[in-house]
């Protein structure tokens, strides 16, 4: 099972990240969570899960010289990127740690993001428990996560098309449903939740939906796993890569006060 019009390696995480982030679906949403986001100068803002740093350059305009940003990321691959990148920032500060356990004191920060991250924690609930622990009085979390459920791929053979999906819900994304489930786990952690905002991401392009979605490099995996016959994942394929395509999912921007 291969087809010449998708990928099979697996990308780069930090090349897919920057990828996502001068797309056009990155592009806006980004721009979208910056604006709930509503950092002042000044502020002490924290970018959990902050990657290469694709989003800390944004943030240290957005607090001029007199703010804070602080950016935490478990990976030292990506903390060390994000370090070189922002050298120049005085105002930017990269750590290494864990969402679920911030090396920070109470009360610390006014504003915090999580993009794309919730998805892969082990714990949401501790995570979104220590992010309210560290915001003070009145501080906002904008929280932008998919719904991996929501996922939809074109093709004439429905059923394969729920295979697909469910495949990735239940076994390629940890927290596959977390975009419709924060409002919720925000409030169990002491949140308001002021606004949920419904973003649909559409890709009508197979060769730019393969560089985000992994589409034959996913089907390999729900072939081993049984969710797709090789006959079925051959039809599957052909589809896709002849077109017309269309596949779209919805992310969720979630804004949560303190």
Not at 87 to 107: C, I
Not at 155 to 168: F, I, K
Not at 199 to 210: E, H, K, L, W, Y
Request: charged share 30%.
């Amino acid at each position: 099972m291969t087809s010449s019009a998708f990928t099979t390696d697996r990308p780069d995480p930090i090349d897919y990240l920057d990828r996502l982030a001068v797309s056009d679906i990155g592009r806006a949403y980004k721009r979208r969570m910056l604006d709930e986001l509503d950092v002042r100068a000044g502020q002490t803002v924290l970018d959990l899960g902050c990657g290469p740093g694709t989003d800390l350059g944004r943030l240290a305009a957005a607090v001029t010289a007199t703010g804070t940003v602080i950016g935490v990321d478990r990976e030292p691959a990506m903390v060390d990127t994000a370090r070189a990148r922002m050298a120049d920032q005085p105002v930017v500060d990269v750590r290494l740690g864990d969402v679920h356990d911030l090396a920070l004191p109470e009360r610390t920060a006014d504003r915090a993001r999580t993009d794309r991250v919730l998805q892969h924690v082990a714990d949401p609930r501790r995570a979104l428990g220590e992010i309210r622990r560290v915001l003070r009085p009145g501080g906002r979390l904008v929280m932008g996560e998919p719904d991996w459920e929501t996922l939809t791929i074109d093709h004439p053979d429905a059923d394969l098309t729920r295979a697909y999906t469910r495949h990735v819900a239940d076994e390629v994304v940890r927290n596959a449903a977390i975009g419709r489930q924060l409002p919720r786990l925000a409030a169990g952690a002491g949140f308001t939740v002021p606004a949920v905002i419904p973003v649909t991401s559409v890709f009508r392009d197979a060769q730019i939906a393969d560089a985000f979605l992994g589409l034959e490099r996913t089907t390999r995996r729900a072939v081993a796993a049984g969710y797709f016959t090789e006959e079925a994942a051959e039809r599957w394929l052909d589809h896709l890569a002849r077109g017309p395509f269309l596949a779209a999912v919805t992310f969720y921007i979630v804004v949560a006060e303190a």
